[in-house]
């Protein structure tokens, strides 16, 4: 079975702080990891994903995660806020083996930046 | 090229009533989707279809909830009689059959039962 947990359901930040949103997996079978961004009154958005390639993940936006195995963990970083980033962030995994590949979600992360 | 769609955005609707929501995927994705976040809750998984197939099927809640996806572009999800605690927003994703990996997110429709 997989699952996701995010710590910290919301986090704020000051503008032009480092960002770190958390997030730890469980997977028997090795994982995809992917995080999501969901501005006010829009869609999710991928910010970026691990498939098993390099550990360390560029996304969009200026956000990188690395995928430490030993921690099992897939934090998402950003080393200075801009209020644009003011958003919720959701950490999911998945698998590609078998038929389907449904995404995991973790419960969200809601980031305030404040000026 | 157009992102995934759906409609409508917001429904409101009574407690026994029934309501459908339609996902119009990416053109060309076999891969489609529906998700839905009850308030507060993570996003959860609803079900998969591949074209016309439903692959699985495992996070529909109840049979009060019927998807379809007849010719294997848009889909609908209807859900008749609609209780209360079927609120929240529902999502519709796709991808294309390779890479399958990432999933493509509509704006989602709100949907709450009074």
């Known amino acids: 079975a997989q699952s996701v947990t995010q710590l910290g359901s919301h986090v704020s930040v000051s503008e032009g702080a480092l960002v770190l949103l958390r997030c730890n997996y469980s997977s028997s079978v090795p994982p995809y990891l992917f995080w999501y961004v969901q501005y006010p009154n829009q869609g999710l958005q991928l910010l970026l994903k691990?498939?098993?390639?390099?550990?360390l993940v560029k996304g969009i936006n200026g956000f990188e995660a690395e995928f430490k195995k030993s921690e099992t963990s897939f934090h998402l970083t950003k080393p200075s806020a801009h209020m644009s980033d003011a958003a919720e962030y959701f950490c999911a995994v998945s698998r590609l083996r078998g038929a389907t590949n449904k995404l995991i979600f973790g419960t969200g992360t809601l980031l305030a930046v404040q000026p | 090229e157009a992102g995934v769609t759906q409609f409508p955005s917001h429904s409101v609707i009574e407690k026994g009533q029934t309501v459908t929501l339609r996902c119009d995927p990416i053109?060309?994705?076999?891969?489609l989707y529906w998700y839905r976040r009850v308030m507060g809750k993570e996003i959860k998984f609803l079900l998969h279809?591949?074209?016309?197939?439903?692959?699985?099927e495992s996070g529909m809640p109840n049979n009060r909830f019927l998807a379809e996806r007849t010719g294997g572009t848009y889909s609908t999800l209807k859900v008749q009689p609609a209780e209360l605690e079927d609120s929240g927003v529902y999502f519709c994703?796709?991808?294309?059959?390779?890479?399958?990996?990432?999933?493509?997110f509509g704006p989602g429709t709100r949907l709450t039962v009074l």
């Open positions: 691990y498939t098993s390639a390099a550990t």
């Open positions: 053109s060309g994705h076999d891969n």
């Open positions: 994703a796709s991808s294309p059959i390779l890479p399958r990996e990432e999933q493509f």
């Open positions: 279809f591949v074209k016309e197939s439903k692959q699985d």
